[in-house]
């Protein structure tokens, strides 16, 4: 399967020096995201994003509920933000390296102000880190890293997310066959009931305030399963959030006759296709050397940040999340995402605790890992105080 602009362009899907020197020339330089999937974080927009994630907080979905917070009404969850930038239509102008391959490798997000529903974010990005590395996979390869960062009305901070991919050339990724004897995932009656049985326990803390004090170090975090994972998974993520690459009709032409490299040829049909097919079709995954279809990192991501806000309950905050992508989750795979409290501290106003994440998966592979710092009420010093300033 070949890309339309890989034989009349020989560089494409190559890293070479002109390309890298390009890529640098563009860093540091912040600019709007100017079609953002979600322009505003509406009622509707917040659904279709807990849908994506299976999330069914009433904090984030029940207006006559949340009314009675302390937030007096809906609120966005933290990582309802990849629904502005991740699926935007130009997000990705400028990443450079044309047709080189790009895993999605770590997301570092910053959250200080809440985002009530029915307002307004403004997003802008910029390319702030490009770190060559020797492959993992074969050959030559980069560490690219974008910085977005979301403002309100008042062009107040709302958030700021570190995006970074691992970009390295298709055909070197494909060489290697380093997923070929992984074991796809495959389910008896009772191994579905088992995961059923984890669903039923998942914890919504909701109302119930979670004061810092009574927090311990070495405290586990009741887990959060998420799986087995289908194709219907990636689409409806895709509905949550948005794609730069799906389009229909007129608007997809326009796309690949601007940009060819984001398409390849179906072998069956001979139709252009979105490279965004490896997600959802193990024949166009097989083509990256990859068993099956795999995950998007960012859903990943934001379903371990479902862990975070189902312990921190209604009253709490969280302030950091900052997660990395090992492996690949297939189509198949069922992934538990759990947490151990490893730190208490008081920064400022406002009293934290940090939290180690991991998603573990059916073949006992940790597919992501990262820490979680979140701001909770204090008996002894009051609420959260927002916004909450930058922890590290």
């Not at 390309?19 to 974080?41: C, D, H, Q, S, T």
């Not at 279709?48 to 009675?68: C, F, K, S, V, W």
């Not at 326009?254 to 024949?283: I, K, M, S």
């Not at 806000?309 to 995402?337: K, P, S």
Request: aromatic share 10%; proline share 5%; with cysteine.
């Amino acid at each position: 399967m070949t890309s339309e602009v890989t034989v009349a362009n020989p560089r494409y899907g190559k890293i070479t020096d002109e390309e890298v020197a390009k890529l640098r020339g563009r860093m540091f330089k912040e600019r709007p995201i100017a079609v953002p999937y979600n322009r505003v974080a509406t009622l509707d927009g917040i659904n279709h994003y807990m849908r994506g994630i299976g999330d069914t907080n009433p904090l984030y979905l029940d207006e006559a509920y949340a009314q009675g917070t302390r937030w007096g009404g809906v609120i966005a969850p933290p990582c309802f933000l990849y629904s502005v930038h991740w699926g935007s239509w130009d997000l990705r102008r400028g990443w450079g390296l044309p047709g080189v391959h790009g895993l999605h490798n770590q997301d570092r997000w910053q959250f200080f102000r809440p985002i009530k529903a029915g307002a307004p974010v403004h997003a802008t990005r910029e390319l702030v880190g490009l770190e060559e590395k020797q492959g993992r996979l074969a050959g030559k390869a980069f560490i690219e890293t974008v910085r977005v960062k979301f403002r309100d009305e008042a062009g107040q901070m709302l958030a700021i997310v570190h995006m970074s991919s691992y970009r390295a050339e298709r055909d070197a990724a494909k060489k290697t066959h380093k997923y070929g004897d992984v074991k796809l995932g495959h389910y008896t009656a009772a191994d579905l009931a088992k995961i059923e049985a984890d669903y039923d326990a998942e914890i919504i803390r909701g109302a119930e305030t979670r004061y810092w004090e009574d927090v311990h170090e070495g405290e586990e975090l009741q887990q959060v399963v998420k799986g087995p994972f289908t194709s219907a998974d990636m689409i409806a993520w895709v509905m949550g959030v948005g794609s730069p690459h799906i389009r229909f009709g007129r608007y997809f032409l326009d796309y690949r006759r601007r940009t060819p490299a984001v398409v390849v040829l179906n072998p069956e049909t001979g139709v252009p296709e979105p490279v965004e097919r490896v997600h959802w079709d193990n024949f166009m995954a097989a083509e990256l050397g990859m068993p099956a279809a795999y995950d998007y990192g960012s859903h990943r991501g934001a379903l371990s940040s479902h862990l975070m806000t189902n312990w921190i309950g209604d009253d709490g905050w969280l302030a950091l999340h900052d997660v990395q992508y090992r492996g690949m989750v297939f189509l198949g795979d069922t992934v538990w995402f759990r947490g151990k409290v490893t730190r208490k501290f008081e920064q400022g106003p406002n009293n934290f605790v940090e939290v180690e994440i991991q998603g573990v998966n059916q073949r006992s592979e940790v597919p992501l890992r990262g820490r979680a710092i979140a701001a909770l009420p204090s008996r002894a010093r009051g609420p959260v105080v927002t916004p909450v300033e930058e922890v590290q």
